[in-house]
């Protein structure tokens, strides 16, 4: 079973960027359709993005539409979210997930990273 661990998190002001990565181990990340989640506090985990397993195919949640992208390196194990034009309402912590069962986009798993905190504050 594959193995992952989100990095990248941190505190940025409103308006700034930040890329996640999610490293996999265990298993070639290729294998899978993989995920970002958030869940911020006192709230429940929601869905973020989503990647195909070669990357050509993705699908956002409403409200990160337009200023964050999920893209893949399957060489390097890795898959990303570059986070754009960051809001204090983005504020959580991002969790990466593997699919090993859907076709294109991702459907529930088990295999989930530690998470990352990410804060958008000034």
């Known amino acids: 079973q594959v193995q992952l661990v989100e990095s990248g998190g941190g505190l940025v002001q409103p308006g700034g960027s930040l890329r996640l990565s999610c490293a996999a181990s265990g298993r070639t990340v290729s294998s899978y359709v993989m995920a970002w989640f958030r869940q911020a506090p006192g709230k429940e985990r929601e869905f973020v993005a989503t990647?195909?397993?070669?990357?050509?195919?993705?699908a956002y949640a409403d409200s990160v539409k337009g200023r964050f992208t999920i893209s893949r390196d399957n060489a390097k194990n890795t898959v990303y979210l570059q986070m754009n034009g960051l809001k204090p309402e983005d504020t959580a912590v991002y969790y990466c997930t593997a699919d090993p069962s859907a076709n294109y986009y991702y459907t529930s798993s088990d295999i989930w990273g530690q998470g990352t905190q990410v804060t958008v504050s000034s």
């Open positions: 990647i195909s397993r070669s990357g050509s195919s993705t």
